[in-house]
């Protein structure tokens, strides 16, 4: 099941005088704001997501812009999952708008139940939504995004796209070796130099060539265009990690603002790995120089840590060892993985004893209970974070 046009769906079923009209959602164009969503009228104009908001604008001088509203997304989204539930308890939801179900325990034709929870989905919510029925994960996936793709004109796809037992090799065969999973731009090109263009060219390559080429990948890859996929609908996935970054309107020379960044960046992180019972050993940064080059770095800790102050002398030194300072700064973020449910202080913070993990404590349920911004650190009152024009946190 995929939310047609998610967000911009939602802003529609709360602003109805925006049906048929190009509009996008995400950031402001004069901060370096990208689309996150657009309407299909807008699309008609070859706006798309993920292009930044000004180049939209440039396409489509009429195009209405709206700010995001991750909230009010996150309620719609958990409405239709209960619906989804309603129909089968193997759910494997891969996104906010988008998720597997095994239905193969239902006495239903497939392509029945599609139109059956499409429909219920639309009455009871009023969202519009597509499916892609098939007998494994790969290709359901695949066939939904075939059918959307044949859609035509303003209006919500809402498309069903069923591939009958058997007949995923064959459905397969004509598409881009572009549409398989696994398959990102470096791949095909170099599917491209063994003259392999289309997902049955893949599949009638020698397995074994694919191999020496691609290593055990090749082995992934014939499988797949084979229409292979034996992985099942999992409910539960187990965190790998967890990230924090922003990305500033104007580039950032100033040490004193990028630690601030840091600062505040380690704090949510702080909190939510607190939040969830969990310390991590590994901590990267990454970091955008303003001609877009990124860099990731990363350094494990011999004991896990959820502490704030932790985190950011980790991942400030980090920073500053790589970091060039000739380049201005457009991106910062600073992530964590390598998860324990165990925490130990580090020797260098023993100082930080009980009472400064139990003054943490204090800080985040205030904060879920008031707000982020009920407390912030005296060191921000005379040069706030906001002034230096933060675009987005992810």
């Known amino acids: 099941m995929d939310l047609d046009a998610f967000f911009c769906a939602v802003e529609e079923l709360n602003n109805p005088s925006l049906k048929n009209k190009a509009f996008a959602v995400g950031g402001d164009p004069k901060t370096r704001g990208v689309v996150s969503s657009c309407s299909y009228a807008a699309r008609q104009f070859s706006v798309h997501s993920a292009m930044p908001m000004a180049q939209a604008l440039r396409l489509c001088p009429s195009l209405i812009v709206i700010s995001t509203n991750h909230h009010r997304y996150s309620e719609y989204s958990k409405a239709v999952m209960s619906i989804l539930e309603n129909y089968s308890a193997l759910i494997e939801k891969m996104s906010i708008d988008e998720a597997f179900m095994d239905v193969s325990d239902i006495q239903l034709m497939p392509g029945d ?62 598409l881009s070796v572009g549409s398989l999973w696994g398959v990102g731009e470096k791949t095909q090109q170099e599917l491209k130099k063994i003259g392999i263009h289309t997902i049955g060219d893949l599949a009638s390559y020698d397995q074994n060539l694919l191999v020496n080429r691609f290593g055990k990948h090749g082995v992934d890859l014939f ?172």
């Open 223 to 394: 499988k797949h265009a084979n229409g292979l996929d034996e992985r099942p609908v999992v409910t539960s996935h187990e965190r790998k990690s967890l990230s924090q970054e922003v990305t500033f309107t104007k580039d950032i020379e100033s040490e004193v603002i990028l630690r601030k960044t840091m600062l505040r960046l380690c704090e949510k992180l702080g909190s939510h790995l607190r939040h969830e019972g969990l310390s991590a050993y590994t901590i990267k940064v990454k970091y955008r120089y303003k001609d877009f080059s990124t860099y990731t770095r990363q350094i494990t800790l011999p004991e896990p840590t959820n502490h704030d102050m932790v985190l950011l002398d980790t991942g400030w030194n980090l920073f500053l060892k790589y970091w060039n300072k000739i380049n201005a700064i457009r991106l910062i973020g600073i992530g964590v993985s390598n998860f324990s449910s165990h925490y130990q202080q580090l020797s260098l913070w023993d100082s930080f004893d009980k009472k400064e993990m139990q003054l943490f404590k204090i800080i985040d349920s205030l904060k879920d209970k008031y707000g982020k911004d009920i407390i912030i650190r005296a060191s921000d009152l005379s040069d706030k974070l906001s002034s230096y024009d933060i675009e987005e946190e992810i």
């Open 113 to 174: 139940i599609a139109r059956t929870i499409q429909s219920e989905i639309k009455k009871k919510i009023g969202l519009p939504t597509s499916f892609g029925v098939s007998v494994n994960k790969l290709v359901a996936k695949i066939a939904n995004d075939y059918g959307k793709k044949q859609h035509k004109g303003i209006s919500y796809p809402e498309q069903i796209t069923i591939v009958n037992p058997g007949m995923e090799k064959s459905f397969l065969a004509p």
